[in-house]
């Protein structure tokens, strides 16, 4: 009866054991730092080989510019394995989806929005204003956002500044010779996926949208998105 005894409590033992050490699954980090190894992009998606202080891993984000060498942080992070890339024809055995934040993502915000008032273009401007329904000028936009929240508008002017293919989109600034410097109401934000150049003449019709934060410190009161140009 005692070697019965025995044997089932080295049997049983290895279970129990294993029961009572084995720890929970760590959640995943929410931010992960990392340097630019490799950059793909496919299917509206940039993947980013990253080298971090825990060894090397795959992100996915939203189409965004990423350079090799190029220090980057992934935010708000998801984990995902055995995650099949078509596009691709890749199938990763851990990645991280998030969305990109970090010097990159400021250095290239920056480069959006930054030295407007200095252009070539952004002196007088005068266009007169789009006609048809829902037409506005760029310091009616700008100081009745609250009344256009996520509401159409057309609108026509010259731009000043276009930055391409940041965080998936171009980026506009547009005058039309309404509004003052002074108040920050003579220069409307565009986000299109149609291409421009500075010193264009455009009518653009979009979605007015408030007090919009892209992260890393860029939040804008008003501006326009899912902007298309009209003939």
Not at 22 to 33: I, L
Not at 86 to 102: E, R
Not at 112 to 127: I, M, Q, R
Request: hydrophobic content about 40%; proline content about 5%; aromatic content about 6%.
């Amino acid at each position: 009866m005692k070697a019965l005894l025995s044997i089932c409590m080295i049997v049983v033992a290895p279970f129990v054991w294993a029961g009572e050490t084995s720890a929970p699954v760590p959640p995943a980090p929410n931010v992960v730092k990392g340097e630019v190894l490799e950059v793909q992009d496919a299917a509206g998606y940039t993947y980013i080989r990253l080298k971090t202080k825990d060894g090397e891993t795959w992100a996915a984000v939203s189409k965004a510019p990423a350079k090799k060498g190029a220090q980057v942080t992934i935010e708000n992070v998801r984990v995902m394995a055995n995650f099949e890339s078509k596009s691709l024809k890749k199938t990763f055995p851990t990645i991280l989806f998030g969305s990109l934040g970090g010097a990159g993502a400021d250095k290239d915000m920056a480069a959006a929005h930054s030295g407007v008032v200095k252009t070539a273009d952004s002196g007088e401007v005068h266009v007169p204003k789009a006609s048809g329904a829902n037409a506005r000028t760029v310091a009616e936009i700008i100081t009745k956002g609250a009344e256009l929240k996520d509401k159409p508008v057309l609108v026509r002017g010259k731009v000043v500044k276009y930055s391409p293919e940041i965080m998936g989109k171009n980026w506009i600034h547009l005058r039309d010779g309404s509004g003052s410097a002074a108040d920050n109401t003579n220069d409307l934000i565009v986000t299109t996926m149609n291409q421009a150049k500075t010193g264009d003449v455009l009518t653009v019709k979009g979605i007015v949208r408030t007090n919009k934060d892209f992260g890393s410190g860029y939040s804008y009161k008003v501006l326009i998105e899912e902007a298309t140009l009209q003939p």
